[in-house]
């Protein structure tokens, strides 16, 4: 009896990893159209590998095989993107994905990180007030959360770094070689706390979860919850506090993406964001193409792993 | 304790009270100081677009650099180039009023348009469109922008079409979500049995009764948005441009005497953006709180 | 005899579930007939009761009959007119004679609009009366619905669940409509706010020639405001005939359980050691499945007779759904054992 | 008469609006009594406060301020309290010509000791079933667990196995077909009246001492609205237990009640024994019932096609509560003798007969109160 509901539940996970995979698609038509309409010919650069100062001709071109429709040219890129070869920086000449690859585990490390220390902050707040209503304390900690979410990151990196360098003496920045110093560990949980503190998200966190909370707990199972004596967060936790956990974390990857790209700058953080920086100065772009579509992925991933809890949470999703 | 007390006993129910006595304090607060700082913007841009500063924003007094505030003539003090802070903040509200706009503009319209054929449609487009907004919503905004700026120029008016572009999910979104309200309570379907047409429908009753403040409520963050696009962005050094101000480029120009115990410089335009930002976000919960019922009512 | 004003034939109205862009594509969509094959006419000042569970395709009926939703198949004859493929632009001219009332107490009044803006787009959907015309017509419908002035300055939130009732009945009363579709009029009422609508209803049918289509699972309403009445069983009618034979000498063993239920919660004795021996054999209701009606008779898998006659094989056999058989007296039924 | 397993006396509940600045006189003054085994009905149209009374018993008011006033008597074998114990330390009420004009009430504080109070109450001595079951079971639970969890809240019965055992038996009596099976589904695909038996099953296997059932019937199709009537009688013959129920529905209460309480606007208009207060030729009979009894259409005026004897005017908006009797402006039964009574004083709930009571001025035994 059991299994029997295990079936449904990978006919939908198949269904969403198919719009996963469409959605990926659609990723790559943008990005192919902005660089398609862009000045410069950037396309050809990604397609030949080479600078566009090269001075081949466009009969030389051909001979290379680069196609000249635009469905060709898209065909083309996008079947070596399926290699796994996403072109050479213009500014280095390394491969992308490896480069990529090496930088991407530290955004990795400090937007999931800021996106636990968020929740951390968040999760309290918001519970609080869905359960007891505006109190004094609960309302001044939403008008803090508010605050600091107003809060410009930029600004607030120097604040910390300033506090740093009086309180502990040192110099928080991370350049590469980072110093062998007693509060080493500190180095790596300064730039989470900013963006975890101010980027922004903190205050929506709070907002979409106590909404959610507040209207599961005016629901009428609620209701029967509490007159037949069990435990509210028992029957509320499901609905009121997983299902908007998740849908909130997944909604907010994009903007921590794009708060770790002004964090890393400020920390001289070598992630991802500040790769995308500075191609963005060099107009480097199959580096920023790369890391368009990298970041869009993690964005799917995130959506993914989201309704795959909200499938296997809720028993109407898999029958739906 | 709290106190509940009968007001005067209104016999005909017509007479019902106005928004403000209805409405909770917090919300007042909220939208009083989101006004407050609407104001103060609006007022800025126009001294700034007419020119009318307090000193020439480009004046350099090298003798009282990095000033104070309340330096004699200087009212917010100086920056490192000893220029007058208070008509540089001024002057910086430019770099962002117009492309503010034209972002909220775009999202608005096509959001709305979107909106409208995923709810009043159906069907096929509401299929499309939702594939479409969850495409949209893929890209880190900042991310989206840096690519367009590297494949294109770091021009602002660029980097607005693209936060209005992204912005349109939101608002396609609600109008789409206030349609199928409305289609629930069979409002919609009653009105097509009286007879009424359909642009009627979508434009009398759909958009201007039922989304107008809504639209106004995301207009309003929307701008909160691109304040924050624009200073993020002349931070990075993609935006305006030295020796034009921006609340951005200033944050980042007193950033290298902020280390060595000079704060002013840099924290003055970053005030200005909290306090903005804050404002704008302010108003628009606050808005939404009065006019569009509490949150989770 | 008055002539016939609405004629349906063989209505059909499926609905199919749309589940998201992978299957459009793919071209798997299920379809679900929510109307399977319904015909039946209504006669001029005349009343037609159509009676159901929820779920049963009755409000369905209603709406497709107004065109308010495309039918799948069948004839729609509307005044003489077949009204079954008209255009939208063709259908609104004939709109204003064929009106609705919905269930909802709040359909059609805009919850931003006060009672006298909802009442006068309603009197300028068709016409460009000048503001004395429209101040007479909405003091007029003001009287028709015995609706207080005071409340023409009130938004639709202000006003009783009753009030609203009247403010929708006006609204559709502005057109000067000669067909109202009411779809669950009362049921949104309270018990002493009920009795008014119905006797508004009836009194406006009197002084305005309306007809009506009434839509309820209300059985004494039905039999009391209807002179036919129509009985649905998923989808389909399966029973329909006079007011008063339907009530009193049903034949489809559904209409029979449809009443009997109402005569339980009707009787006034209180004796329940009598009655738990008869409720027990009774048993209890299965859900039914819409995607995958039973073959044959779909009432069967409930049906009491069939339980009786000992599950005789021409209730399931997939070749032959009872059609409606004439019983005499334009008394219809669709049962192998009537 | 046995003493009362529950005794409300002079219940108060209001409401605030924001919107109006007035205060919701939801339940003005209510005094009920359920003697052990029998049930009790309450009828009333919306707003006359019959569901509030019964959420205000079982101390599920969410709304500020809430409760403000009286008394709720549990005498169980298990728990004797006055579930309303030190209500008035966090209520200040300020009157006015013996009206409440304001109301100051510590609702955290109050909401703290009310949980005190109702541990070991709620849903073991009362439990509670409600209208549209659907909504009112977990939807992200299985019907089987649900019953499992208040088994093993309630009852001694604590192992998981016992309790699942325990549970099926349950779902047999309320008549569910096939109950292994439909252990294991969700509250979503099974049809409103099985979700009924399955609340009423979950409600009855703590094995309460009170049921309250509000508005058991709305919101489900008339058929199964007659079956789970049926269900609920049978029941009550093989649990004897003591219920309170709640309906705008004569009939229901009819088949169902021993006694009934009848509510307009806050307060009991008329108790007394079903059979009395219903009986067709009844002559001592409220105006109200009088006429919500008449509103249904009857046998005899379907046959003649006659109008519905409906009473006019609207329901009464608890927020503007006149000062006489609350039905004086709907009722068709004022005389000029008691006009001026009907006007300005409300009525006493006066005996007219033994066991019977009736608010009215029309009443002599009113009058002498």
New interface residues.
């Given amino acids: 009896?059991?299994f029997a509901a295990v079936r449904p539940v990978s006919r939908v996970l198949a269904r969403e990893l198919a719009v996963t995979a469409l959605l990926l698609l659609g990723v790559s038509a943008v990005v192919f159209a902005i660089l398609y309409l862009a000045p410069g010919d950037p396309l050809n650069v990604l397609l030949e590998g080479q600078s566009p100062r090269s001075e081949l001709a466009l009969g030389m071109r051909e001979a290379l095989g680069v196609p000249r429709t635009w469905y060709g040219q898209y065909a083309a890129w996008f079947g070596k993107m399926l290699q796994g070869n996403f072109g050479n920086s213009i500014r280095t000449g390394l491969p992308v994905l490896p480069e990529l690859a090496r930088v991407g585990v530290n955004t990795l490390y400090l937007t999931l990180g800021s996106l636990a220390l968020t929740l951390l902050i968040a999760v309290p707040i918001a519970v609080h007030t869905a359960a007891?209503g505006d109190t004094a304390g609960n309302t001044a900690a939403t008008i803090g959360a508010y605050i600091l979410s107003a809060v410009p990151v930029f600004w607030f990196g120097y604040i910390v770094v300033y506090v740093f360098i009086h309180k502990f003496g040192m110099f928080p920045l991370i350049s590469g070689t980072a110093t062998k110093q007693a509060q080493a560990w500190l180095y790596f949980l300064v730039p989470i706390f900013v963006l975890g503190t101010a980027s922004g998200t903190l205050s929506e966190v709070i907002r979409h979860l106590r909404e959610e909370l507040s209207r599961v707990l005016?629901?009428?199972?609620i209701?029967?919850?509490?007159?037949?004596?069990?435990p509210v967060w028992r029957?509320a936790f499901?609905?009121g506090f997983l299902i908007p956990v998740t849908e909130i974390v997944s909604a907010k990857i994009p903007f921590l993406l794009g708060g770790a790209v002004i964090v890393e700058q400020v920390f001289n953080w070598p992630g991802m964001g500040r790769m995308a920086w500075q191609a963005a100065q060099d107009r480097d772009y199959p580096v920023i193409m790369g890391i368009a579509l990298v970041a869009a992925a993690f964005v799917r991933f995130g959506n993914l792993l989201q309704r795959v809890v909200f499938t296997a949470?809720?028993?109407?999703a898999s029958?739906e | 304790?709290?106190?509940?007390?009968?007001?005067p006993?209104?016999?005909d129910?017509s007479s019902?009270?106005p928004l403000w006595?209805?409405a909770e304090t917090m919300d007042l607060v909220y939208v009083g100081y989101g006004l407050l700082v609407v104001a103060l913007v609006l007022a800025s841009y126009l001294l700034g677009a007419l020119g009318w500063l307090p000193h020439d924003p480009q004046a350099m007094n090298v003798g009282l650099i990095n000033a104070a505030p309340f330096t004699p003539g200087h009212l917010l003090g100086t920056d490192f180039l000893g220029r007058d802070l208070q008509a540089r903040l001024i002057l910086g509200i430019q770099a962002y009023f117009l492309p503010g706009l034209l972002a909220i503009t775009i999202s608005v319209v096509a959001g709305s348009v979107l909106g409208i054929l995923a709810g009043y449609r159906g069907g096929w487009s509401d299929t499309i469109i939702t594939y479409f907004d969850n495409l949209l919503d893929s890209f880190p905004r900042l991310v989206l922008i840096l690519l367009v700026i590297a494949s294109f120029k770091p021009d602002i008016y660029y980097v607005m079409v693209v936060v209005g572009i992204t912005g349109m999910p939101v608002i396609a979104n609600l109008i789409a979500g206030k349609i199928a309200f409305l289609r629930q309570t069979n409002f919609i379907e009653a009105a097509h049995a009286l007879g009424l047409p359909a642009h009627t429908v979508i434009l009398k009753h759909i958009l201007w009764f039922n989304c107008r403040a809504a639209l106004v409520i995301q207009a309003t963050l929307g701008m909160a948005e691109a304040i924050l696009v624009e200073t993020s962005l002349s931070y990075l050094g993609f935006g305006v441009q030295e020796p034009t101000p921006s609340w951005g480029n200033m944050v980042q120009a007193g950033a290298n005497y902020f280390l060595q115990g000079n704060f002013w410089p840099s924290t003055a335009p970053a005030l200005a953006i909290l306090a903005t930002i804050l404002g704008f976000q302010l108003l628009g919960d606050g808005l939404n709180n009065l006019l569009e019922g509490k949150r989770g009512k | 005899m008055s002539h016939t004003i609405l004629d349906v034939t063989d209505l059909r109205k499926d609905y199919s579930q749309r589940r998201g862009l992978i299957p459009m594509l793919a071209g798997r969509e299920r379809v679900i007939p929510a109307v399977d094959g319904v015909s039946f006419y209504l006669r001029e000042n005349e009343t037609v009761g159509l009676v159901g569970?929820?779920g049963c395709g009755k409000t369905t009926i209603g709406r497709t009959v107004l065109r308010l939703t495309d039918p799948s198949s069948g004839r729609i004859v509307f005044d003489g007119r077949d009204i079954t493929r008209l255009s939208r632009a063709e259908l609104r001219p004939l709109r204003r004679e064929m009106q609705m009332i919905f269930q909802d107490l709040d359909a059609g009044l805009n919850p931003k609009m006060r009672v006298h803006a909802i009442l006068r787009e309603a009197l300028t959907v068709y016409e460009r009366p000048s503001d004395a015309e429209i101040a007479r017509r909405i003091r007029e419908l003001l009287e028709q619905v015995n609706l207080k002035d005071s409340k023409l300055a009130n938004f639709p939130s202000q006003l009783?669940?009753?009030?609203k009732r009247r403010v929708g009945i006006a609204r559709v009363l502005a057109v000067r409509p000669r067909l109202i579709v009411a779809d669950e009029p009362t049921s949104a009422l309270?018990?002493?706010?009920?009795?008014?609508v119905?006797?508004l209803l009836?009194d406006l049918q009197k002084h305005l020639g309306l007809t009506y289509l009434f839509i309820s699972?209300d059985?004494?309403?039905v039999?009391?405001v209807s002179q036919k009445v129509a009985v649905m069983y998923l989808g389909r009618i399966v029973e329909m005939g006079l007011a008063e034979s339907i009530?009193h000498q049903p034949l489809h063993p559904y209409t029979r359980?449809?009443w009997s239920?109402?005569a339980?919660?009707?009787?006034?004795e209180?004796n329940?050691?009598a009655?738990?021996g008869a409720?027990?054999a009774?048993?209890?209701?299965?859900?039914f499945d819409f995607e995958q009606p039973a073959s044959g008779c779909r009432f069967a898998p409930r049906c009491p007779l069939y339980q009786d006659k000992g599950r005789p094989a021409v209730c399931t056999d997939p070749a032959s759904e009872p059609p409606l058989r004439d019983v005499g007296k334009g008394h219809v039924v669709a049962c192998h054992f009537a | 008469m046995d003493a009362p397993l529950l005794a409300i006396e002079n219940l108060r509940t209001?409401f605030?609006s924001?919107?109006?600045?007035?205060?919701i006189r939801s339940v003005d003054g209510v005094s009920l009594h359920v003697a052990p085994g029998e049930t009790l009905g309450i009828v009333g149209?919306?707003g006359s406060g019959k569901s509030v009374t019964a959420l205000s018993a079982?101390g599920?008011v969410?709304a500020?301020?809430g409760v403000i006033g009286g008394r709720i008597e549990l005498r169980s074998r298990q728990a004797r309290r006055n579930l309303l114990d030190g209500l008035e330390r966090y209520v200040?009420v300020k009157e006015r010509d013996g009206r409440?004009?304001?109301?100051?009430?510590?609702?955290?504080g109050w909401r703290r000791r009310a949980e005190t109070l109702?541990k070991g109450v709620?849903?073991?001595e009362i439990?509670?079933i409600?209208q549209?079951p659907r909504?009112?079971?977990?939807?992200?639970?299985t019907i089987g667990a649900q019953l499992v969890?208040?088994i093993r809240?309630?009852t001694s019965v604590k192992g998981e196995g016992e309790a699942r055992e325990r549970a099926i038996q349950w779902l047999e009596r309320v008549?569910?077909?096939s109950p292994r099976?439909r252990f294991?589904n969700?509250p979503?695909?099974?049809?409103g009246?099985?979700c009924q038996?399955a609340?009423i099953a979950?409600?009855l296997s703590?094995e309460p001492s009170l049921l309250i059932a509000d508005e058991p019937t709305t919101g489900l199709?008339?058929?199964?609205?007659?079956?789970i009537?049926?269900?609920l009688?049978?029941l009550?013959?093989e649990t004897g237990i003591t219920t309170l129920l709640i309906s705008?529905?004569?009939?229901?209460i009819?088949?169902l009640a021993d006694r009934i309480a009848v509510m307009y606007g806050g307060t009991v208009v008329e108790t007394g024994r079903?059979?009395e207060v219903?009986a067709?030729q009844a002559q001592l009979r409220h105006p109200y019932t009088a006429?919500?009894l008449a509103?249904?259409?009857s046998a005899e005026?379907?046959r003649r096609?006659s109008?519905?004897?409906?009473?006019?005017g609207?329901?009464l908006?608890t927020?503007?509560v006149p000062r006489g009797c609350r039905f004086y402006g709907r009722c068709n039964r004022v005389t000029e003798a008691i006009r001026e009574n009907c006007a300005s004083l409300e009525p006493p709930l006066g005996e007219v007969a033994p066991g019977h009571k009736v608010r009215c001025w029309l009443y002599p035994a009113s009058g002498k109160a």
Avoid: C
Avoid at chain 3, 264 to 268: E, P, V
Avoid at chain 4, 135 to 141: D, G, Q
């Fill in positions: 009896m059991k007891h005016a629901e009428d199972y209701r029967t919850a509490r007159a037949k004596g069990a029957h499901k609905e949470v809720n028993p109407r029958k | 304790m709290r106190s509940y007390v009968q007001g006993a209104s016999v129910e019902q009270l006595r209805r | 569970e929820s009783s669940g009753g009030e309270d018990v002493s706010i009920q009795a008014q119905v006797n009836r699972h059985l004494p309403v039999e009391l009530a359980i449809l239920s109402l339980d919660k009707r009787s006034t209180v329940l050691y009655r738990s409720t027990a009774r048993g209890t209701w299965g859900v | 209001y605030y924001r919107a109006r600045r007035a205060l149209e919306s079982a599920l969410s500020a301020p200040r409440i004009m304001a109301v100051e009430k510590d609702d955290r109702m709620r849903g073991k439990a509670m409600f549209n909504s009112a079971l977990n939807p992200y639970s969890e208040t809240l309630h008549r569910i077909d099976l294991d969700f979503f695909g099974m049809s009246g099985m038996r609340m979950m409600a703590a199709d008339a058929t199964i609205q007659s079956r009537v049926d269900l009688a049978q009550k013959i705008h529905d004569i009939s229901v009819q088949r079903a059979a219903l067709p006429a919500l509103s249904v259409p005026a379907i096609k109008y519905l004897q409906a009473i006019e609207e329901v908006d927020i503007d």
